[in-house]
């Protein structure tokens, strides 16, 4: 048995959702930990295994996944990015040198679970769902940092 939240794919196919070829090279582009990719990088990677893959269908599934609940969106930057990652209350880490987005889940802040407790603010109770914090800063790993920032400008 393994631990943590079962994956998307597992967690569609509990619903009964149709998994065709293009939907599975969606989820499959939304694989691994800490994904956090725009609609074109999904594009991107769902048409290195399926060529004939739209665009129309990569925001279509995106966009019902997002309903589902299934994924979620975060904005960074100006740019939407999505998340598989929404059984897991977390917060993310940004690198501003090279872009790298890590989750941080809301107990390793030391900020409580925030979800499901009340808060009591100025006397109003509130029941929060959700919350967004990104926190800002740099790779400790410098050079690791450079070579992720090298491999995503554009060759001459």
Do not use: K
Not at 52 to 57: E, G, K, N
């Amino acid at each position: 048995m393994s631990d943590g939240p079962p994956p998307l794919l597992s967690r569609l196919r509990e619903r009964g959702w149709r998994l065709t070829a293009q939907r599975r090279a969606v989820v499959g582009a939304l694989r691994g930990a800490d994904v956090h990719l725009t609609a074109d990088e999904v594009h991107r990677a769902a048409a290195s295994v399926l060529p004939d893959v739209s665009r129309a269908t990569i925001y279509n599934t995106l966009n019902e996944l997002v309903s589902m609940g299934e994924v979620g969106e975060v904005v960074l930057g100006g740019r939407t990015r999505f998340d598989p990652n929404v059984t897991t209350p977390h917060h993310h880490l940004v690198c501003d040198r090279c872009g790298l987005i890590r989750d941080v889940p809301v107990a390793d802040l030391g900020l409580g679970s925030g979800f499901g407790e009340a808060v009591t603010v100025d006397g109003a109770v509130f029941l929060p769902s959700r919350a967004e914090l990104v926190i800002h800063g740099e790779c400790a790993d410098r050079r690791a940092c450079d070579r992720r920032r090298e491999s995503q400008t554009p060759s001459a």
